[in-house]
């Protein structure tokens, strides 16, 4: 795949640009969500319990995914940038740490999953009859949780030099061996036994291990620009800090959505144990349609930061302005099927009558909130291509956690069940208005630094 000249940043019409830099992300993160949906789906139709099982366990396995995604980030900056400097050698240096940070991720988190997986579970319901699926199925993903990190940091790697093709083809790889390991372990199809969840678990973690696998090859092409080699790895702490120290922010922004869950799980299992398996759906789904307008970002914010570099106001306001449209066309896409077909959605993973009433009035109301959310996450993200790390996190808590978790447990003591999942469009709402107002006078400020910017390099001096 040719990479896209830098140049091209500044002059090539904005839409074919974006996506042309977009399309590998967004197609590789939409596979992602993948993981977790096909489990559900085939999950579900075991039993609601083990599906609100799954639920349960998400947020865990949003941690590890938070740790390796995190990782990953900062190992990506940095192998660019040394890169572009000519330095493979800090480069190689740079990967091979972050593959031995795996490594020590990977210890500890089996070592946890393997004697405390209940007593981990037992932090995120009391509910007996939930505790051991989720158990079961976390134990597994956390002793395999090699093949995460691995897989992750690997990806990161790969795309530090450049190449996002590889990446995309070990997801779609990943993808595939999921979908059709699946119902063989779970349902005990074949010559394979009948695991239930832990059928799940362990399909999750074969996926893993063959795109690792595939990944491997790709680190050790011969077209890549480092050498890596276990006889020479050494601890490198400056790197290693280094790599945190961009990658750790991105850590904390994905741990946000995992203690959301987990207490939106919480307060939901107050009411009905099929609440909670709704939401694991919910955001399952709400990952499969929110992941191609991150995928946008991935185009969206290189252009903004490149016209910014070079003063080329019109072009970012463009960019800003094109980012939020198209990013609210997809997202307007999850309005409708949550809003129109909320009981086929449900049924793609159960078809008990009672969750499916129950699904309908969690996804009617919650779908409310998906047309606006496009316009936030694209100002969040003009705020990271912009430099400004602290306004894109503070922007992401609110949405998360600082709005919606006390407007959603206010609503559970004062009115009904179904009214209480009302919290999602008021928190979207609340916070696209802030980030508009926010982001509407930083652009104001920005865009006049950078016309005192541009007088001053075209030699005519502002009046004083």
Known sequence: MKRVSSKRMGTEPIIPLMFKLAFPAMIGMSIQALYNVVDSMY?????????SAL??????????????????IGVTSFISRRLGAHKNKDATLAAENALFLGILYWIVVALVGYFFSDQIIMLFSDQAVLIQPASEYISIIMIGSIFIFFSMISNNIIRGEGNTFTPMIALIIGAVVNIVLD????????????????GAALATVIARAVSSVFLLYGLQAKTVDMNLSLKNFKINLPIIKEIYRVGLPGIFMQMIGSVTIALINIIAGNFHIYAIAVIG??????????????????GFMPIMGYNFGAGNINRMKNTLTLGMIISTVLTTIGFV?????????????NDNPEMIQIGQDILSRIGLSFPI????VIGSLTFQALGKGLNSFLISFLRQIGILLPVMYWLSKVTTFE???YAFPLSEFSVAVIMYVWLYF???KTYATIEERNKITLGEMPIR
């Open 281 to 298: 759906i919910f955001f399952r789904l709400q990952s499969f349609i929110l992941m191609p307008v991150f995928g946008l970002g991935q």
């Open 419 to 421: 009214n209480i999942w």
């Open 373 to 376: 959310i496009g316009i936030s």
């Open 337 to 349: 099927l949550f809003t129109f077909f909320p009981a086929q959605l449900i049924s793609l993973f």
């Open 183 to 198: 119902p063989f372990l779970i349902f005990g199809w074949w010559i394979f036994p009948e695991m239930g969840v832990r």
């Open 55 to 72: 639920s349960i366990a998400f947020p865990v396995q949003m941690v590890l995914i938070a740790l390796g995604a995190g990782t990953g």
């Open 442 to 444: 930083f652009m104001k």
């Open 43 to 51: 999950v579900g139709r075991i039993s609601e319990e083990s599906l």
